[in-house]
């Protein structure tokens, strides 16, 4: 099974600060994925990429950005992070041939 | 933008109970994908199923794309299957992932 592994798994910033999320896969999968989980909307898009280098804009992706450093490894930074960021996020991978996806842990993330 | 429905939102079984959960979605699709998750629990597939109907274990899904509708059934429900089912399509590139709220079960023994 691929696996897909995030750090940190909890998170506790300030109103402002400035938090980086990491995800990491292992199985050279070309898609990965950063959505957050929230109580009454379920699970929302924020960024994803199709491989190094590269960006796509989710469906909630104000005050995020994200980076894809190598195939690898796909980044979600909170710049000047809000208590509305306040969620569980998961990150996921897939491959362009099989769509099964794969899901990370997930990262608790409590801004104060 | 594709819309993902499910319900019911929550369910109660009793143990050795059959359940069905059902999934709509807005935008004709052929890729749906079911997953399980334990309260605050990454996410597990259950089943990738596009068309048809498919078999895991316990679990059958059965897609009618051109109803844009999935439904999963749990046979002889066990505690552990308590947790919550969630349903996924992808959109028409292929490309992105749209989960539905899931559905809430809850089996008692």
């Known amino acids: 099974e691929a696996a897909v592994t995030q750090s940190p798994r909890n998170k506790v910033t300030v109103t402002g600060g400035n938090v980086t999320l990491s995800c990491r896969q292992t199985n050279s999968h070309n898609y990965m994925y950063w959505y957050r989980q929230d109580t009454g909307h379920g699970l929302r898009l924020i960024h994803y990429?199709?491989?190094?280098?590269?960006?796509q804009i989710g469906d909630v992706p104000d005050g995020y950005k994200a980076t894809r450093t190598t195939q690898e490894d796909f980044f979600l930074l909170l710049e000047l992070a809000s208590p509305s960021q306040t969620s569980l996020y998961f990150c996921a991978s897939r491959d362009n041939a099989n769509t099964e996806v794969f899901f990370g842990k997930g990262t608790r993330l409590t801004v104060v | 933008e594709q819309q993902v429905q499910q319900s019911p939102a929550s369910l109660v079984l009793q143990e050795a109970e059959n359940a069905e959960l059902q999934c709509s979605f807005s935008?004709?699709?052929?890729?749906v994908q079911w997953f399980y998750q334990r309260p605050g629990g990454r996410l597990v597939s259950l089943l990738y199923n596009p068309s048809g109907t498919k078999q895991s274990g316990r679990l059958t899904s059965t897609t009618v794309i051109k109803e844009r509708r999935s439904s999963l059934h749990i046979s002889s429900s066990q505690i552990t299957d308590s947790g919550t089912y969630l349903c996924a399509t992808y959109n028409s590139a292929g490309n992105k992932l749209t989960f539905g709220i899931g559905t809430r079960v809850l089996v008692r023994p």
């Open positions: 990429s199709y491989g190094a280098g590269n960006l």
């Open positions: 935008i004709f699709t052929n890729q």
